[in-house]
């Protein structure tokens, strides 16, 4: 069974910095899309970041262009969220999640295929 397990969230000051992880298993994941979103307390889910399979394109949100990096492993069937210069308006949930197209996970959370169970990201002031 395919299955997505973050890791990597924590509590760490503003300005910091956290990289998270994403494993897959039980299938290869190297032609899905990735992406990343997130859910604060209280909040909808929103789009973070997204990878297409070959990494060759990236996308991501207003809020966090310049300071987050999505990169990916196919060898390792695992996905990462480089996060900089964190803001206490980062706090949330973040999860992983796979689709076969790429503008569907722009356009996410909804129509993904595949979800992780989150990890939260803590940031204090």
């Known amino acids: 069974q395919a299955q997505l397990v973050e890791s990597g969230g924590g509590l760490v000051q503003a300005g910091g910095s956290l990289r998270l992880s994403c494993a897959a298993s039980?299938?290869?994941?190297?032609?899905?899309?990735m992406g990343w979103f997130r859910q604060a307390p209280g909040k909808e889910r929103e789009f973070v970041a997204a990878?297409?399979?070959?990494?060759?394109?990236?996308y991501y949100a207003d809020s966090v262009k310049g300071r987050f990096t999505i990169s990916r492993d196919n060898a390792k069937n695992t996905v990462y969220l480089q996060m900089n210069n964190l803001k206490p308006e980062d706090t949330a949930v973040y999860y992983c999640?796979?689709?076969?197209?790429?503008?569907?996970?722009?356009?996410?959370?909804?129509?993904?295929?595949?979800w992780g169970k989150g990890t939260l990201v803590t940031v204090s002031s």
């Open positions: 990878i297409r399979w070959s990494g060759g394109s990236t």
């Open positions: 039980g299938r290869t994941f190297s032609s899905y899309a």
């Open positions: 999640a796979a689709d076969r197209d790429f503008l569907t996970v722009i356009a996410g959370p909804s129509g993904m295929h595949y």
